[in-house]
């Protein structure tokens, strides 16, 4: 086992360090449901997942999975846009795992998109508990994909230095551009 690891699993380990039995988190991006699985083991039983993708296939997988793991009572899957949030998301919450891009498998034409993906994190900083914490995993190899980075980085940058942390980790000597990890830490 290797000590540098890749920035979903580095995503992982701040989210493990983070949240509490108990509490709520959110998975922004469902996809094939890896990350909402992950989440929903972290909180037990009495916390709960709030799981958003906007597209179908991706939830019936994320469905599937929890079934199979008998996880699915501590998830809502939320067929809709994550920018939308706090439409479905009340209280205070730990954690959010934004994993950008398209849903591998699926359709590469359907990926997230910069506007979208800047109003969902800025929603989700205002959710966000004391000591919380936002993961992004962030794809600059495919079409619109940098566009959406550059735009991340420009509004994290900007955030009052005295409410949050912004931490970019990013693995400078692999080819075909892999993802970075951006980890925003809620300070007060
Ligand atoms: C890289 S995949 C996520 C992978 C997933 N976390 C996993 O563990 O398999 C990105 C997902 O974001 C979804 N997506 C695109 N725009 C979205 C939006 N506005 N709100 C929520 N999900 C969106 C796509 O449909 C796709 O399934």
Known sequence: MTIVVKSLQMAKRYISACVSEGEQVVDATCGNGRDTLFLAELVGEKGKVFSFDIQAEALSKTRRLLEANNLLSRVHLIQSGHEHIQDYVHGK??????????????????????????????????????????????????????????????????????????????????INEPPSLLVLERLL
């Not at 993906?117 to 079409?143: D, E």
């Not at 994909?145 to 912004?166: A, H, I, M, P, W």
């Open 93 to 174: 919450i730990a954690a959010v795992m934004f994993n950008l891009g398209y849903l591998p498998g699926g359709d590469h034409k359907i990926v997230t998109r910069p506007d979208t993906t800047v109003a969902a994190l800025s929603k989700s900083l205002q959710l966000l508990r004391t000591g919380g914490i936002v993961t992004i995993v962030v794809y600059s190899g495919h079409k619109g994909g940098r566009e959406e980075k550059d735009t991340l980085l420009n509004y994290c940058s900007r955030l009052n230095q005295d409410q949050f942390t912004v931490l970019h980790y990013t693995i400078i000597n692999q």
